[in-house]
């Protein structure tokens, strides 16, 4: 049985009519491209579980199920917290999914596909979605109907989102529309197009380099070797002890020698995704069983659709001296038949997977 085919996503800087949400987007940062403009999630459910800040959008993927009507139209939403103490060892209560799909013909979208040219104008609407009417923050674009006491003209999720327009320009713009910009939220992530391209295997050679990668490396057994060859370890550790840290040593290394292998030749990727297949790891740690992925609310089993990687972080602009955003992987699972609530969006899985303790060297 051949292996499923890995998609790769890049990062792309595009016009900006062509991130709209009728232009179904793959993209990272900016705010969300909604997809169904009903059922958004609520308030509460794009809060971080740790610190129960509101999180920010991070990145979008399309990905509609061929031959499957009400997923004709189907998008990812990933959202993350910006508090960078929220970011502990292998804990995903600061990340959350969402999907939404629509089939075909649905009240939002033409039945055709979307024009090729610029629309005649760019200037969509920031405020609230066109044809529900649901009230968008202006700071994240998530769904928020609290309005600036003053001009009215603006709305927000929580108070901190107000506190942050209003110093940022708001205070200077407020009852006066001739000074009202469309200035970048200071909140978001810098936005992207999401671009995919196949990734290219090498057939028989792979699979010899990764035979070749479950040996144990020469200059890795010497470190092993070092590592437990100390007289006072040997004193108080038993053989079997000395055994089991050098295996698990080795296998920590195999499995990040071989997550960088695979990603040599492309270095720049930030997704790969492959429904149903299997996810590159970047640790021999903390790798989920069956029973740690909770199944669907519908009854049926979640199953793997794509990961990012943490290359993207570079992107970003979060890199810090002290607590930053941080992951190893983020891994997608979604309901394995892509259940139908109505327009309502679902929340998914997401595992987080952070390098191993021994592993110094992290390849963004």
């Known amino acids: 049985m051949a292996a499923a085919e890995v998609v790769l996503g890049f990062l792309e800087q595009v016009e900006p009519w062509r991130l709209r949400s009728s232009q179904f987007p793959s993209k990272v940062g900016g705010k969300p491209a909604w997809l169904s403009q009903t059922g958004l999630p609520s308030q509460s459910a794009l809060e971080c ?13 399309y990905a509609p199920i061929s031959g499957q009507e009400r997923s004709f139209h189907r998008i990812l939403f990933l959202f993350c917290c910006k508090t960078p103490d929220c970011y502990t060892l292998n804990d995903n209560r600061c990340i959350k999914v969402f999907r939404s799909q629509l089939p075909r013909r649905n009240e939002f979208y033409p039945y055709e596909p979307p ?44 108070k901190h989102h107000q506190a942050i327009h209003w110093k940022h320009s708001h205070k200077r713009e ?16 810098p936005e992207f197009e999401l671009v995919t391209e196949p990734e290219e295997e090498d057939g028989e050679k792979e699979e010899e380099d990764q035979g070749r990668d479950s040996e144990a490396q020469p200059g890795d057994e010497d470190s092993n070797q070092k590592s437990v ?22 296998e920590e290394n195999k499995v990040f020698q071989r997550f960088k292998k ?17 996810p590159l ?26 990961q990012v990687m943490p290359q993207l972080l570079n992107d970003l602009s979060v890199d810090s001296t002290g607590a930053s955003i941080d992951w190893g992987t ?22 987080k997977q952070d390098f191993g303790p021994d592993t110094k060297t992290k390849d963004k």
């Open 115 to 158: 024009p090729e040219d610029e629309p005649p104008s760019d200037l969509e609407d920031q405020t609230m979605l066109p044809i529900s009417g649901v009230k968008l923050c202006w700071v994240c674009g998530c769904p928020g109907n609290k309005a600036c006491s003053r001009c009215h003209a603006v709305t927000y999720c929580v």
């Open 281 to 306: 790891w970047v640790s021999a740690q903390h790798v989920p069983s069956d029973q740690d992925i909770p199944s669907c609310t519908c009854g049926a089993k979640r199953m793997f659709e794509f």
């Open 49 to 61: 579980e740790i610190c129960r800040v509101p999180m920010v959008f991070l990145l979008q993927v």
């Open 229 to 250: 060859s100390s007289s006072s370890l040997a004193d108080t550790l038993a053989e079997t002890d000395l055994e089991d840290m050098a295996m698990h040593e080795t």
């Open 174 to 189: 407020c009852g006066n529309p001739d000074l009202s910009t469309v200035a970048a939220s200071p909140l978001l992530f």
């Open 330 to 351: 983020l891994l997608v699972y979604t309901c394995s038949d892509s259940c139908n609530h109505a327009n309502q969006y679902c929340q998914e899985f997401i595992w």
């Open 262 to 278: 695979k990603i040599a030749s492309e270095p720049h990727q930030v997704i790969r995704y492959c429904r149903g297949g299997s």
